[in-house]
């Protein structure tokens, strides 16, 4: 079955940099893109961006430019996400989540991932 | 404030039927037949109960169904459970500028 199991929870200062990884299993990691999802606590959901595990091509949220990286890893099928200058409204369980649609929407899920950013 | 818009809460009770509206745009609802909904119980990952507007992945109950009409989507649940209870958010594809687009969440309670 498709599982995406992520990176334990990170307690980041004010200016540091994050990068949650997302391993997964059950189908074929290069025939599928990755999304990136937030929720700050009590919060909706808010997508991040979203790479292909095929050639590595990335599509990142407009106010995140600049401060986010999504690679992968095809030999241990594995999916990273950077985030750098971190601010305290970056506080938030972070997501992957696997694109059947091609067109970045989510279906299969991770546990997630809490990033807390505090001094 | 989330780009699209879905009603903060509904409710209804155990056998009863109850829509959730998701509206958007005619940039984003009403132009792709991209609408997807997810179930998210507190503390778990969200999990997809409608893709395409209105299909619905193996495993999925058919009490749930998908729905849209112009800028708008709609989640329709039959026959609520005590386990349906949750907070649910739709999606949309929104073109190549802006990409994905989430609504606000609407939480559900079963009375």
């Known amino acids: 079955q498709v599982q995406l199991v992520q990176s334990g929870a990170e307690v980041k200062k004010p200016g540091a940099s994050v990068k949650v990884s997302c391993k997964a299993s059950?189908?074929?990691?290069?025939?599928?893109?990755i999304s990136w999802v937030r929720q700050a606590p009590g919060q909706g959901l808010e997508w991040m961006g979203w790479i292909s595990a095929y050639n590595g091509n990335t599509n990142y949220a407009q106010k995140l430019q600049g401060r986010v990286t999504m690679t992968t890893d095809t030999s241990t099928s594995t999916a990273y996400m950077e985030l750098r200058s971190l601010r305290s409204d970056d506080t938030a369980v972070y997501y992957c989540?696997?694109?059947?649609?091609?067109?970045?929407?989510?279906?299969?899920w991770g546990q997630g991932t809490l990033v807390t950013v505090s001094s | 404030q989330s780009a699209l818009t879905q009603p903060a809460s509904v409710s209804g009770s155990p056998g009863q039927s109850i829509t959730i509206s998701c509206t958007g745009t005619s940039s984003d609802v009403g132009s792709y037949n991209l609408v997807s909904w997810y179930q998210q119980h507190p503390g778990k990952a969200p999990k997809l109960m409608i893709y395409?507007?209105?299909k619905r992945p193996s495993g999925v109950s058919n009490r749930f169904s998908g729905s849209k009409s112009g800028n708008t989507a709609s989640l329709t649940i039959s026959g609520l459970q005590a386990e349906d209870e949750a907070d649910y958010y739709c999606?949309?594809?929104?073109?190549?500028?802006?990409?994905?687009?989430f609504g606000g969440g609407t939480k559900l309670t079963v009375l």
């Open positions: 059950g189908y074929t990691f290069t025939s599928y893109g």
């Open positions: 989540a696997r694109d059947s649609s091609g067109w970045y929407i989510p279906d299969y």
């Open positions: 999606c949309s594809y929104a073109g190549s500028s802006t990409d994905v687009v």
């Open positions: 395409e507007g209105s």
